[in-house]
């Protein structure tokens, strides 16, 4: 039966092992995910220089086309001047020929404040794009190297999987189908090491005469608290 025990516990230190594996396996997908949100995050400062650069760009062209719409009203007074018959007539329609002349200028020099704001995001959204270059490239090269840890693991729980298969072969079919049994009611943690006069799971105290049994008997032992499997190694085994 120790011998058993033995094999069982080893069983137990596999799933262990393996549920470790699998949480990884489980945890580095988010954790990519995280990366990746964080990474493209970063993206938008570009995005919204780059839409500055279009409303600057829409705003010129408005411009420009409220300069089309002066000159066109200017052409319009100069033909009504042929026209004219008195010197105040004539005088009315050259003060608002100058007045609008003095808009064009205004309007101008709004389309050059536009250019040089133009250029400057331009030249900002160049900074922003090499920054994140060496942003993206830093996320990436974390990303790259989780992938290649999840790959490991992957391969690793399959080849823990395996040996789990052979360590099942070992045991005996009757403790076997006890451990099942309580590997579902006890959430996968079977078997209690105890290493002291404590259940190694639920720490709680076990009674003398339980610790003298499980030195002594060859009799399966449960913790009266827990309900699981106790194990304790004999000095000779422990030293080993």
Same mark, same amino acid.
Not at 22 to 28: K, P, R, S
Not at 75 to 90: D, L, P, S
Not at 142 to 149: F, G, P, R, V, Y
């Given at each position: 039966?120790?011998?058993?025990?033995?094999?069982?516990?080893?069983?137990?230190?596999?799933?262990?092992?393996?549920?470790?594996?699998?949480?990884?396996? *489980?945890?580095?997908?988010?954790?990519? #995910?995280? &990366? /990746?949100? =964080?990474?493209?995050?970063?993206? @938008?400062? !570009?995005? +919204?220089?780059?839409?500055?650069? *279009?409303?600057?760009?829409?705003?010129? #062209?408005? &411009? /420009?086309? =409220?300069?089309?719409?002066?000159? @066109?009203? !200017?052409? +319009?007074?100069?033909?009504?001047?042929?026209?004219?018959?008195?010197?105040?007539?004539?005088?009315?329609?050259?003060?608002?020929?100058?007045?609008?002349?003095?808009?064009?200028?205004?309007?101008?020099?709004?389309?050059?404040?536009?250019?040089?704001?133009?250029?400057?995001?331009?030249?900002?959204?160049?900074?922003?794009?090499?920054?994140?270059?060496?942003?993206?490239?830093?996320?990436?090269?974390?990303?790259?190297?989780?992938?290649?840890?999840?790959?490991?693991?992957?391969?690793?729980?399959?080849?823990?999987?395996?040996?789990?298969?052979?360590?099942?072969?070992?045991?005996?079919?009757?403790?076997?189908?006890?451990?099942?049994?309580?590997?579902?009611?006890?959430?996968?943690?079977?078997?209690?090491?105890?290493?002291?006069?404590?259940?190694?799971?639920?720490?709680?105290?076990?009674?003398?005469?339980?610790?003298?049994?499980?030195?002594?008997?060859?009799?399966?032992?449960?913790?009266?608290?827990?309900?699981?499997?106790?194990?304790?190694?004999?000095?000779?085994?422990?030293?080993?």
């Amino acid at each position: 039966m120790k011998e058993g025990l033995d094999i069982l516990y080893t069983l137990q230190l596999k799933d262990d092992q393996l549920r470790e594996i699998e949480a990884v396996i *489980q945890e580095i997908p988010l954790k990519i #995910k995280e &990366l /990746e949100n =964080e990474r493209d995050s970063r993206s @938008d400062m !570009i995005e +919204k220089a780059k839409k500055k650069l *279009q409303n600057n760009s829409e705003e010129r #062209k408005k &411009l /420009e086309r =409220e300069i089309v719409a002066i000159r @066109d009203k !200017i052409g +319009k007074y100069k033909e009504q001047m042929k026209k004219v018959t008195t010197n105040k007539e004539f005088q009315g329609f050259s003060s608002e020929i100058k007045f609008e002349e003095a808009n064009i200028v205004g309007v101008e020099e709004k389309i050059i404040e536009k250019m040089i704001e133009s250029d400057e995001i331009m030249n900002g959204i160049r900074d922003a794009e090499n920054e994140f270059r060496k942003i993206a490239d830093a996320y990436n090269q974390q990303i790259k190297d989780m992938l290649a840890n999840l790959d490991y693991h992957k391969n690793k729980l399959a080849e823990e999987a395996r040996n789990k298969k052979d360590l099942r072969a070992k045991a005996d079919p009757k403790l076997l189908k006890v451990y099942d049994n309580l590997f579902v009611k006890k959430a996968g943690k079977v078997v209690s090491c105890v290493q002291t006069d404590f259940c190694g799971v639920c720490n709680i105290k076990i009674r003398p005469q339980i610790l003298s049994e499980l030195v002594l008997s060859d009799d399966l032992m449960i913790c009266e608290s827990c309900g699981r499997i106790l194990f304790k190694k004999i000095a000779a085994e422990a030293e080993a």
